[in-house]
């Protein structure tokens, strides 16, 4: 219930954004690529687990100087989170639907968009794949429902006026674990939660 109240009032928040920005001119991109993940605080390292991220995105001049660099740029992704530890054959897999918002800075005649900014993410599915070597008492729903607040970092090139590429960074900057009955997180080390940490690369398409 409340992962779907937070997913209404996020996409609200977003329209409202493109209402109010309507008289100003803005872009659209759509973008589809990859994320290599893991998952800080599960007993390994290394992004060995591989999630699709898709989605669109606009963005618009901030104040009335359309010419400006500065932007806000405003999307709608599907994402795919998690981690993959081979000593335990444990795959975890998490689906959301994120919504980011940045402050981007455009140079090179706007071919090159540096942004930054939090990307809130309401988790849609959750997906525990376990072998025979892996630890007992990992059960579903030891995630959240909502990833608050991961901040985002990327840098896109347009290769011509509408094909880019973009490579992007997210870490979560607060726990996506739930606690079990006991206030302890199950598998994480040193009972302090879970932290998404993934790099993204993506094909950009922008009109």
């Not at 599960?42 to 606009?58: E, F, I, K, P």
């Not at 402050?103 to 930054?116: D, G, P, Q, W």
């Amino acid at each position: 219930m409340v992962g779907k109240l937070a997913l209404v009032l996020l996409f609200t928040f977003h329209f409202s954004v493109f209402t109010s920005q309507a008289q100003n001119r803005f872009d659209a991109t759509v973008f589809a690529g990859l994320n290599m993940c893991q998952i800080d605080g599960d007993q390994s390292d290394g992004y060995g687990h591989l999630g699709l991220r898709a989605g669109v995105g606009t963005s618009f001049a901030l104040g009335k100087d359309l010419s400006s660099p500065w932007r806000m740029v405003v999307e709608l992704a599907f994402t795919n989170k998690g981690s993959h530890i081979k000593q335990f054959d444990r795959t975890i897999s998490l689906s959301y639907i994120e919504l980011p918002v940045m402050i981007s800075y455009n140079a090179m005649e706007n071919r090159l968009r540096l942004a930054a900014g939090v990307a809130p993410a309401v988790k849609v599915k959750e997906k525990i794949t376990m072998g025979s070597n892996a630890e007992i008492g990992f059960i579903d729903n030891d995630f959240a429902s909502i990833d608050w607040l991961p901040l985002t970092f990327s840098v896109r090139y347009l290769i011509t006026d509408h094909f880019g590429f973009e490579a992007r960074y997210q870490y979560s900057t607060l726990t996506v674990a739930n606690k079990n009955s006991s206030g302890t997180y199950f598998l994480f080390r040193s009972n302090k939660g879970s932290f998404h940490n993934l790099v993204s690369f993506a094909l950009t398409y922008s009109f």
